[in-house]
């Protein structure tokens, strides 16, 4: 696995799982962070099965090690795998396919985030989503030989 999906998959699972806890505890378990972070950084860029075992073994370690209730945490957390990567590949095909034109709203490197954040080993884009921003952005600064150029006055 390369240092970078690692990384990228790190960074994820510990920083929502720090600002979910800030937010709904108001404190951080630095425990649970580590261990979403760890989690994160392994699970990052694999299928569902692998995601499913790994990210079971982190709540049952963070379950053992906080006393709270194993049955509960597995269960939720094989759920909410399940649940996330059916849910993340329906976004990921309804970016590619154009179903969610994100770069048609007026945020044309929003698209190009999306897709890396959820292919973060491969960070090439189709011509669908880099169309409309760094190309669009060339083709505005040249001026279209078929449009005719009037003058302003005093010119």
Not at 70 to 84: E, M, W
Not at 119 to 139: C, H, I, K, M, T
């Amino acid at each position: 696995m390369a240092l970078q999906t690692f990384g990228v998959g790190a960074f994820a699972g510990g920083s929502v799982n720090a600002g979910a806890q800030l937010y709904f505890k108001g404190s951080v378990n630095v425990t649970d962070v580590s261990i979403a972070a760890i989690t994160g950084g392994l699970t990052a860029g694999r299928s569902i099965l692998p995601s499913v075992a790994l990210n079971v073994g982190g709540a049952y370690t963070g379950a053992v090690i906080n006393d709270d209730n194993v049955a509960v945490k597995v269960a939720a957390s094989a759920f909410g795998t399940v649940g996330g990567s059916l849910l993340g590949a329906w976004g990921q095909n309804a970016l590619k396919s154009g179903i969610i034109p994100v770069a048609n709203l007026g945020y044309p490197r929003l698209a190009e985030l999306l897709y890396t954040i959820a292919n973060p080993v491969n960070v090439w884009l189709p011509p669908s989503f880099s169309e409309g921003s760094s190309e669009l952005a060339d083709r505005l600064a040249k001026p279209d030989p078929t449009t005719p150029v009037t003058k302003k006055p005093g010119q």
